[in-house]
């Protein structure tokens, strides 16, 4: 099955600055990821989408880059705010449906 | 806001009880998914609905029954349960459980377990 997971546990940027949050997944067949938001207390908060078939996509302050050679996810987040401060998790799709497997998460904190 | 609605928000259970847990949407869609999420942990897959049918069981003890009455409505149904199962339980939607196109999972905020 697919496997995905986060490089950093943690990561500490400063008000203002950009946060880059990586992933690396195992399964090559793996053809949809999603970027999600977690803030304490509350679901997982969908941020961005890409399909195998792109290598970028950008939304508002956010980017995700795919790079299938070598199986690695990013999310950019522009100007990072305080309130970018949660866990953010990637998560791959299985067996070409939408069921999403989750990595590990990463926790972003964003310091005045 | 969220677009999906899951009650309680919290549930405190002793083992021998029988409790249910409910989801709703209105968004159309038509895949509904149950997540369970241990304290700084990623949610994990327990079962998926596609047209209100059971499409996935993620080996899932018994002890969990999930149940689909329609396509807005998505409930489970706790008996026997243990303290190693007390979690966060997500409930989820997307337009449908499989295709090409872009269909993110939408969660609700959970109900947050507590089994004595």
């Known amino acids: 099955g697919e496997s995905v997971g986060l490089h950093l546990p943690t990561l500490s940027v400063q008000e203002g600055d950009n946060s880059i949050i990586n992933c690396a997944y195992s399964?090559?067949?793996?053809?949809?990821f999603i970027w999600y938001k977690q803030e304490s207390g509350k679901g997982p908060q969908f941020i961005i989408d890409?399909?195998?078939?792109?290598d970028k996509r950008q939304g508002q302050r956010v980017t995700v880059l795919l790079n299938k050679t070598v199986k690695h996810l990013s999310l950019q987040i522009a100007a990072t705010q305080p309130g970018d401060s949660a866990v953010y998790f990637c998560a791959g799709t299985v067996n070409s449906g939408y069921a999403l497997n989750f990595g590990k998460g990463t926790s972003l904190l964003v310091t005045p | 806001d969220t677009e999906v609605t899951q009650t309680p928000k919290h549930l405190v259970m002793g083992m021998t009880n029988k409790k249910s847990l409910k989801c709703e949407q209105h968004m159309g869609h038509r895949a509904m998914y149950w997540y369970k999420q241990k304290a700084k942990k990623p949610p994990e897959l327990m079962f998926v609905y596609s047209y209100e049918k059971l499409s996935i069981n993620e080996s899932v003890p018994s002890r969990f029954s999930p149940e689909c009455p329609n396509s807005s409505l998505l409930n489970l149904h706790l008996h026997a349960l243990q303290p190693e199962d007390s979690a966060l339980y997500l409930c989820a939607s997307s337009q449908f459980y499989r295709g090409s196109g872009n269909s993110p999972l939408h969660f609700g905020n959970g109900t947050r377990l507590t089994v004595t």
């Open positions: 890409i399909r195998s078939n792109m």
């Open positions: 399964n090559s067949a793996s053809d949809y």
